[in-house]
């Protein structure tokens, strides 16, 4: 392209920001509130919040200012202890880490100052390796403050919900320590159940406009509270827009090309481009170039537009990549028929279960955190021994007491309501007995029948001989305190058994552009890109072990709040 098409315009900003998930929402607000001029958000889909929206909405954001009003007793010291163990030998700056503990609560005391963002410290969610020095028991993680969907008026229909996994019967939504009450059956948990269907049923004004509940929780809460600041504040956002590729003049960003319904559009970006566009986990061709085997874009619970757009943009301007074999791995549920794969994080914790491979034995402690398991699951697995997909095996006692994804609780969805089709695709089993259970998975009898035995043993001498289930706070959170002497612990033994097809999934890639502290994106001689910022899954991970509840979005905002300011001079 000549350098006279090159300052051709069809728009031109001061700031552009690439995606609507929490780290480009933020970035946006924060650019706009401290100055930055004109700022315009381009989204390639038709709703707002991609991955982030359909998350838990949790942020691990360490000594924020509502763990200090609610009495947390927590330094940045023990947080950095606690990530100096659980990064050591990760390919992650230091300086990079410092940056993100010093900064991610002054960017959640900016956003609570001067817009609707809120959160809530969660005081029982421990730190994922809770074992490990400087680790906590909770008010490390926090969740959005729940918001009716009304408060956006009719651009609620804009807005992406949170996973059908986190809404009661796939319509009322839930917070996540509501989500623990509820999967556990815990004291006080009836009249919250009552509580939530009631205001659901009467409800009928919004009944005549959705199905899907008033009150927002979770990733929707978190984005909704965004996009409502970002309203207030007059900040434009280009729907079904995709951008097609960087403009580069004289080694800076200048501006961006963006499909805009169907015609090409030049947009000139005066001061700065933020890439906050996702990761390429719904990209086959990515997955395998970088990731480990087996990997398919089916068993992503990422959203359908992370394709690594913004990503292989950076890279064909000469950006340096990092933790590109990496991802948000997770194993998932592909349940027949349903729109997107299912995280299967809480089921296979509950006691009187286990996760087995093809030959019948387990492979890790299903109880320890979902990235820490999934990537068991890989360092076991092999073509002589594979453990993917693997299969979740319980009886009739763990199917009467806590839900199991799709299969939620014999009372809410008996034996005779599942389809029949999830028996023929295998996705779940029935059997009688552990040996029929496993021919008709395709198990190995034999080797499930001795994995049973020993469960069965381990449940009365409550010490779990071969992976420690139940040793740490963390492997206790999805335990059940009724059942002694390890909560985690109890027989599989009431026929008729079942099992569950889990597949290694993810939701989301970690791995992508290098960034300073600033957000900048790097070249292989460590110099900038100027004008070029990256945030969020496109951006390498500032903490690609996943130390705790929301370590993708608390770091995706703080970079978003530290881009904003580098690129405004803005000073607290």
Sequence with gaps: MTEQQNNQWDESVDVLVVGTGNGGLTSALCNKLMGAGDVLIIEKSMKIG????????????????????????????????YLDQTLAGEDVPSKLVRSYLENGPRMLKFLHDKTLVRYESLAQYPDYYSTLPGAKQGHRSLEPTPIN?????????????????????????????????????LPGYHKMLRRMIWDYISDIPWRLKSRISRRLCCGSAGI?????????????????????????????IVGVEVNRDGRLTRIQTRKAVVLA??????????????????????????????????ITAGINLGAVTRLMGNAWWCTTLCVPDEPAPRLSIMEKSFP?????????????????????????????????????????IFDTRFRRNYMAGPLMTKSSKPDWSIPR???????????????????????????????IEKMNRFAVTGIDEDFHRGEADYDRY??????????????????????????????????????????????????????????GNCAAAILPTYPGPGSTLGPA??????????????TE
């Design 557 to 570: 905002m703080t970079m978003g709040y530290q881009a904003a300011k580098k690129i405004t001079g803005y």
């Design 352 to 392: 009187g279960s286990c996760v087995v491979n093809k030959a019948g034995h387990r492979f890790a402690n299903e109880s320890q955190n979902y990235m820490a398991f999934q990537k068991a699951q890989f360092k076991a697995h092999s073509d002589d021994t594979p453990c993917a997909p693997a299969f979740h």
């Design 224 to 252: 909704a509270r965004l996009y409502l600041s970002i309203k207030q504040v007059g900040i434009p956002i280009w729907f079904s827009s995709p951008m097609s590729r960087l403009v580069e003049q004289g080694g800076r």
């Design 421 to 451: 089709k999830w028996y023929d695709m295998g996705f779940v089993g029935k059997a009688s007995t552990i040996a029929e259970l496993a021919v008709q998975m395709g198990i190995d009898p034999k080797g499930l029948a001795t994995t």
């Design 277 to 310: 566009a996702g990761g390429f986990e719904k990209n086959q061709k990515m997955r395998d170039q970088y990731l480990p085997k087996p990997t398919n874009t089916e068993w992503s619970a990422g959203t359908t537009g992370s394709t690594g757009d913004a």
């Design 50 to 81: 991609g991955t982030s929206a359909t998350s838990g909405g949790g942020i691990w954001i360490p000594c924020s200012h509502y763990a200090k009003q609610a009495g947390a007793e927590d330094t940045l010291s023990e947080a950095q202890e």
């Design 149 to 185: 969907a009304s408060e956006l008026g009719e651009d609620y229909r804009k807005l992406t919900y949170t996973h059908h996994m986190m809404r009661l019967f796939g319509v009322i939504h839930f917070t996540q320590a509501e989500a623990h009450l509820l999967m556990l059956k």
């Design 478 to 535: 999805y335990a059940d305190p009724k059942i002694k002497p390890n909560p985690c612990l109890a027989s599989i033994d009431e026929a008729p058994f079942y099992a569950m097809r889990i597949e290694a999934g993810d939701f989301g890639t970690a791995g992508g552009l290098s960034t300073n502290a600033d957000a900048q994106v790097l070249r292989e001689d460590g110099s900038t890109i100027d004008g070029l910022y990256a945030i």
